[in-house]
């Protein structure tokens, strides 16, 4: 005789014999009892629940001989026969190879003859959700007023790709996943009929992995037999999945707290093909850590022991709710990447894990916030930074940046006197965060208000020499006049930008002239420029550098232009080189 396996040899036959559904049993019950059994049902719920099961235990109640009855006798030929699977007038048809618009055509051509033996033609369509929106428009006018001797049982477990127009014609049973207790309960059960003596906990550890499915957790008894024989232990439990169990997880999420990328990866399994089964399960590992942090150790509604609780509550302490809720969607994002790169499922889950694990990916805008509010009053105070920040103090910690990180540009040069203050009227510059710039060897100088005095010239800007930071009008050389001759102005305009931005002093210095000093604006010309360099002239604020710079030597507001070397005048030609060119051809030029 050929092996039947369990989930097939314990399939509940009654209403009493369904586990964890006492709703939907009582439901189904009480529409017999009460002489109210609708013509159309859409039974939904996780896999592994019991849906079409109960559909068909609900239509072996309504054609038991003695019935219709809640409780069906299981002797007359009507029950033997649908329990055989042998009823001629219960047609399971299954709406994944049968959704096609002509798939239904055939069955409603069907649906007019009246039953062979029983009281009543019963379709039950499992994966209904399959059904094409052409089959699925068909079945409507039939769905909704059927003849009297046929009852619709419809299976799915996505209710939502259902069209809404089959649903409203439904009346709708929802079936609900499994507690991991009542499961664990039915293995036992089954084990003491089996005569399978399994060490203490296997049960509750196959129903953990279940995730609320029987039919899994029945499944996974078998192939546990199979590997380990009647006497399994939680090892044999270990190797038969590499899905992981409570302290896998736990191990697991202690590296992640520490930051610890090789860690993280060295306690990933190295069975390959369970990374959705091991994503899943430290996902509602994580989900039972936020709501035990959230709802107290007594939460009703998580499947977790009370020592289990107990840690959880203390990690969810320590980590937060924002943080557990950021781990929840990277895994949740992770797990639906992998059902469109099934092949790579492992790198996916590797990425989420060492995305999970680095500091400054798992903080919380809550606490970004408090971190920038903390520096802003710290540079508000004026106080100085020591030879390293606290932590609680600089948004990214230094010892979790890499040291190659290059230094993020002020948007204004710094100059010896007034640091990277900018001129009057400009918009201040966003402050660079410490852990992105070099550290200052002194202490953050208190900033004053910069409140212009009155004065005639509006345009008038800093002098250079301004020890308080108030705006004033520049200073010139020993007699009190700003500089005149475009060659001092030029050497005083190189020395301001050496002092803050070196590069483009050198570059004004090497391939600049001041070829045109006028009341208005400044002329610098440039020769043979390569393209970086333009760059770097092109750049806003090394322009406004510049236009700063000029400012500050002239004690006036001018237009800095840029522009290239105009070429030399041609020398005139004399006649011998006329006629080396017009015997040769070709063109004769000056080597400057």
């Given at each position: 005789m050929s092996y039947l396996v369990l989930a097939r040899k314990y399939r509940p036959r009654t209403f009493a014999d369904i586990v964890g559904q006492e709703v939907a049993a009582n439901t189904l019950r009480g529409a017999i009892t009460e002489n109210r059994v609708g013509h159309a049902y859409l039974f939904h719920g996780p896999r592994g629940t019991g849906k079409t099961t109960s559909a068909r235990i609900f239509a072996k109640a309504l054609n038991c001989e003695h019935g219709p009855t809640v409780e069906?006798?299981?002797?007359?030929?009507?029950?033997?026969?649908?329990?055989?699977?042998?009823?001629?007038?219960?047609?399971?048809?299954?709406?994944?190879?049968?959704?096609?618009?002509?798939?239904?055509?055939?069955?409603?051509?069907?649906?007019?003859?009246?039953?062979?033996?029983?009281?009543?033609?019963?379709?039950?369509?499992?994966?209904?959700?399959?059904?094409?929106?052409?089959?699925?428009?068909?079945?409507?006018?039939?769905?909704?007023?059927?003849?009297?001797?046929?009852?619709?049982?419809?299976?799915?477990?996505?209710?939502?790709?259902?069209?809404?127009?089959?649903?409203?014609?439904?009346?709708?049973?929802?079936?609900?996943?499994?507690?991991e207790q009542q499961i664990a309960d039915r293995l036992e059960w089954v084990?003491?009929?089996?005569?399978?003596?399994?060490?203490?906990?296997?049960?509750?550890?196959?129903?953990?992995?279940?995730?609320?499915?029987?039919?899994?957790?029945?499944?996974?008894?078998?192939?546990?037999?199979?590997?380990?024989?009647?006497?399994?232990?939680?090892?044999?439990?270990?190797?038969?999945?590499?899905?992981?169990?409570?302290?896998?997880?736990?191990?697991?999420?202690?590296?992640?707290?520490?930051?610890?990328?090789?860690?993280?990866?060295?306690?990933?399994?190295?069975?390959?093909?369970?990374?959705?089964?091991?994503?899943?399960?430290?996902?509602?590992?994580?989900?039972?850590?936020?709501?035990?942090?959230?709802?107290?150790?007594?939460?009703?509604?998580?499947?977790?022991?009370?020592?289990?609780?107990?840690?959880?509550?203390e990690r969810a302490a320590r980590l937060g709710p924002e943080r557990l809720q950021l781990w929840m969607e990277e895994l949740l994002a992770a797990r639906e990447r992998m059902r469109h790169v099934p092949t790579h499922a492992r790198v996916v889950l590797e990425t989420a894990l060492l995305a999970i694990a680095r500091a400054e990916t798992s903080w919380s805008l809550a606490e970004l916030a408090e971190r920038l509010a903390a520096l802003e009053e710290r540079l508000a105070r004026g106080v100085a930074?020591?030879?390293?920040?606290?932590?609680?103090?600089?948004?990214?910690?230094?010892?979790?940046?890499?040291?190659?990180?290059?230094?993020?540009?002020?948007?204004?040069?710094?100059?010896?006197?007034?640091?990277?203050?900018?001129?009057?009227?400009?918009?201040?510059?966003?402050?660079?965060?410490?852990?992105?710039?070099?550290?200052?060897?002194?202490?953050?100088?208190?900033?004053?208000?910069?409140?212009?005095?009155?004065?005639?010239n509006p345009r008038e800007v800093p002098s250079a020499g301004s020890a308080s930071g108030a705006w004033t009008p520049a200073a010139g050389p020993a007699s009190g006049r700003a500089?005149?001759?475009?060659?001092?102005?030029?050497?005083?305009?190189?020395?301001?930008?050496?002092?803050?931005?070196?590069?483009?002093?050198?570059?004004?210095?090497?391939?600049?002239?001041?070829?045109?000093?006028?009341?208005?604006h400044a002329l610098v010309r440039f020769a043979t420029l390569r393209p970086e360099e333009r760059m770097l002239l092109a750049e806003p604020r090394n322009r406004k550098a510049c236009s700063v710079a000029f400012a500050r030597a002239l004690g006036r507001e001018v237009e800095v232009r840029f522009g290239d070397a105009e070429p030399p005048p041609r020398a005139p030609k004399d006649p011998f080189t006329d006629k080396v060119t017009e015997l040769f051809g070709g063109r004769i030029e000056d080597d400057a």
């Open positions: 069906p006798c299981g002797e007359c030929d009507r029950c033997r026969a649908a329990d055989a699977n042998a009823e001629a007038d219960l047609i399971e048809l299954d709406a994944a190879s049968n959704r096609r618009i002509d798939d239904v055509r055939e069955l409603l051509a069907q649906v007019g003859y009246a039953p062979m033996r029983a009281r009543y033609k019963v379709y039950i369509l499992d994966e209904a959700h399959m059904l094409t929106k052409e089959a699925s428009n068909a079945l409507l006018k039939t769905l909704e007023e059927p003849p009297a001797h046929v009852k619709f049982f419809l299976a799915t477990t996505e209710p939502d790709k259902i069209l809404a127009t089959i649903r409203s014609r439904c009346q709708i049973v929802q079936l609900s996943p499994l507690s084990f003491a009929r089996e005569n399978i003596q399994a060490e203490p906990g296997v049960a509750a550890e196959l129903a953990r992995r279940a995730r609320g499915g029987l039919r899994d957790a029945l499944s996974n008894t078998d192939q546990l037999l199979s590997l380990a024989g009647s006497k399994p232990t939680l090892a044999d439990v270990e190797r038969l999945s590499g899905a992981g169990g409570a302290d896998e997880f736990e191990a697991l999420c202690d590296a992640l707290e520490k930051h610890d990328p090789a860690l993280v990866l060295s306690l990933l399994p190295e069975t390959r093909g369970s990374e959705v089964d091991l994503c899943g399960g430290l996902l509602e590992h994580v989900r039972t850590m936020l709501v035990v942090g959230l709802c107290g150790r007594d939460a009703p509604f998580v499947e977790a022991t009370t020592a289990l609780r107990a840690k959880l509550a930074p020591t030879a390293r920040p606290a932590a609680t103090d600089l948004l990214p910690r230094p010892s979790e940046r890499s040291a190659a990180a290059p230094a993020a540009p002020s948007a204004y040069p710094a100059h010896p006197a007034h640091g990277a203050n900018p001129p009057h009227g400009a918009n201040p510059p966003h402050a660079v965060h410490p852990a992105h710039a070099p550290a200052p060897a002194v202490g953050f100088p208190r900033r004053e208000p910069l409140t212009p005095p009155a004065q005639s500089p005149s001759e475009p060659g001092e102005v030029w050497k005083r305009v190189l020395a301001d930008l050496a002092g803050g931005s070196s590069s483009l002093a050198d570059l004004l210095r090497t391939r600049g002239r001041l070829v045109e000093l006028a009341p208005s």
